[in-house]
């Protein structure tokens, strides 16, 4: 019972991966800022690399494998793309849905700290947080920069 758990909880968090891979990856897509396209795209390299690291764990626990996404996750991205063409592309909205779906990451993730996270993948878990948090800050860092730009130029 505790090993089928611990599989639905590390598939959480892989499927959470994936999601903010590809919303990371839509994101960088659709801003036009040279600034903001390389950290989306490294955000989306590092989402899918503790993806692919989970699912090592994961299969120690048997069960069904993780899905490669969400379903909330998919009209998040397809809202980031209507968003984006009914603002004439302001990447300031695309990045406010980027940090909302990574606000979701983080809840993701506190959730299986605080839960139940087996032992042997704790450590994992818990360095892969630090890790999107201080992505999280980076974007947050790189909104405020455009901002401050922006508000520079008017």
Do not use: Y
């Amino acid at each position: 019972m505790a090993e089928r758990m611990a599989r639905a909880v590390v598939n959480d968090l892989i499927e959470s991966c994936r999601d903010a891979a590809h919303g990371f990856q839509n994101a960088a897509a659709l801003v036009t800022n040279e600034s903001l396209r390389p950290l989306l795209l490294e955000l989306s390299d590092e989402r899918a690399a503790f993806a692919a690291e989970l699912e090592t764990h994961a299969q120690r626990f048997g069960g069904d494998a993780a899905s490669m996404g969400t379903a909330a996750a998919a009209i998040h991205r397809g809202w980031m793309d209507l968003k984006s063409i009914l603002t004439s592309h302001d990447e300031q909205g695309v990045m406010a849905e980027v940090m909302r779906g990574d606000t979701v990451t983080l809840r993701v993730f506190a959730d299986a700290i605080g839960g139940m996270l087996p032992a042997s993948i704790r450590d994992v878990v818990e360095a892969q947080e630090r890790q999107i948090r201080a992505g999280h800050r980076r974007i947050d860092e790189a909104i405020e920069a455009r901002s401050r730009a922006v508000v520079r130029i008017l």
